[in-house]
């Protein structure tokens, strides 16, 4: 593969082949000046990852890996979910349901999608609302636990590069005891980079990824929330532009350390 290719491939990749090469670089730079030992990575990095794996249930560990990539490539603009409730209300408005259905299908947001097709299925909109709501909180409790693994590794990563300086310890004092000068330094080198690794893995790594992953979870139940809402203000035939007010309602609404009130139909029809 040639450079240019490369540079397209690791744009491609997004956010998520970005950290790997910063990695990868992180650890090319250790080994060249000599901060990479690889029995200190070892009990730091390895036993971090092997209680996750022991204590988490495989299905939880992939949900969370994709919950974080998904996070780490970015959140969709509100915009499009808007403009795409703005197309659905058109066609409603102007062929019924049958255009309806297949408008949602060409969609791209499968939530979006799914809570139409849902529409004909139930009964009224007090049974749609309550399907999606559960749905929703099925998510959000999804998203919940993943977050829950992913500090705990950042748990995990300190407390094993202290157990690791233990172990460094103890060979160094073993070492004294029969006077094996040379062997000194591996037991040192393991005591002072198990604490090294542990707090740069915890700290640089984990904890802004955990942040990362809860603002994606705020944006994934904002964008739920509206997506409930605006399904329901279509399937009463209400105008695209109220339908992007009402919306639109959400997005100033949001702020970064408040949670976004949830906005009722019943709200806009009042107003």
Same mark, same amino acid.
């Given at each position: 593969m040639r450079f240019p290719q490369k540079i397209d491939a690791?744009?491609?990749?997004?956010?998520? #082949?970005?950290?790997?090469?910063?990695?990868?670089?992180?650890?090319? $730079?250790?080994?060249l000046t000599g901060f990479l030992d690889p029995m200190s990575l070892l009990i730091t990095l390895g036993g971090s990852l092997g209680v996750v794996w022991y204590t988490f249930p495989r299905t939880r560990l992939a949900s969370t890996w994709q919950l974080v990539r998904d996070a780490l490539a970015g959140d969709p603009s509100p915009d499009d979910l808007i403009l795409a409730v703005k197309r659905l209300a058109r066609v409603h408005r102007a062929d019924g349901p049958r255009g309806l259905e297949r408008a949602a299908a060409a969609e791209d947001d499968p939530f979006l999608c799914r809570a139409v097709l849902l529409s004909f299925e139930c009964a009224d909109d007090t049974e749609l609302r309550d399907v999606l709501t559960a749905e929703a909180r099925g998510r959000q409790a999804e998203g919940e636990a993943a977050r829950h693994v992913v500090l +705990?590794?950042?748990? *995990?990563?300190?407390?094993?590069?202290?157990?690791? +300086?233990?172990?460094?310890? #103890?060979? *160094?004092?073993?070492?004294?005891?029969?006077? =094996? !000068?040379?062997?000194?330094?591996?037991? &040192?080198?393991?005591?002072?980079? +198990? $604490? &090294?690794? #542990?707090?740069?893995?915890?700290?640089? !790594?984990?904890?802004?990824?955990?942040?990362? *992953?809860?603002?994606? @979870?705020?944006?994934?139940? @904002?964008?739920?929330?509206? +997506?409930? =809402? #605006?399904v329901l203000l279509v399937l009463r035939k209400e105008y695209p532009t109220r339908i992007e007010r009402a919306l639109r309602a959400y997005v100033s609404a949001c702020a970064p350390t408040s949670t976004p009130r949830a906005v009722r139909p019943a709200d806009h029809r009042a107003a």
């Amino acid at each position: 593969m040639r450079f240019p290719q490369k540079i397209d491939a690791l744009r491609a990749s997004g956010r998520v #082949g970005l950290a790997a090469c910063a990695l990868l670089a992180a650890a090319v $730079t250790a080994a060249l000046t000599g901060f990479l030992d690889p029995m200190s990575l070892l009990i730091t990095l390895g036993g971090s990852l092997g209680v996750v794996w022991y204590t988490f249930p495989r299905t939880r560990l992939a949900s969370t890996w994709q919950l974080v990539r998904d996070a780490l490539a970015g959140d969709p603009s509100p915009d499009d979910l808007i403009l795409a409730v703005k197309r659905l209300a058109r066609v409603h408005r102007a062929d019924g349901p049958r255009g309806l259905e297949r408008a949602a299908a060409a969609e791209d947001d499968p939530f979006l999608c799914r809570a139409v097709l849902l529409s004909f299925e139930c009964a009224d909109d007090t049974e749609l609302r309550d399907v999606l709501t559960a749905e929703a909180r099925g998510r959000q409790a999804e998203g919940e636990a993943a977050r829950h693994v992913v500090l +705990t590794l950042g748990k *995990l990563f300190p407390a094993f590069g202290l157990i690791g +300086t233990l172990i460094g310890l #103890g060979v *160094l004092l073993r070492n004294l005891a029969a006077a =094996d !000068v040379a062997a000194i330094g591996p037991g &040192l080198a393991i005591a002072v980079l +198990t $604490t &090294l690794y #542990g707090a740069v893995l915890a700290n640089v !790594v984990v904890l802004p990824v955990a942040t990362k *992953l809860q603002a994606h @979870l705020a944006n994934q139940a @904002l964008r739920t929330q509206m +997506t409930i =809402d #605006g399904v329901l203000l279509v399937l009463r035939k209400e105008y695209p532009t109220r339908i992007e007010r009402a919306l639109r309602a959400y997005v100033s609404a949001c702020a970064p350390t408040s949670t976004p009130r949830a906005v009722r139909p019943a709200d806009h029809r009042a107003a």
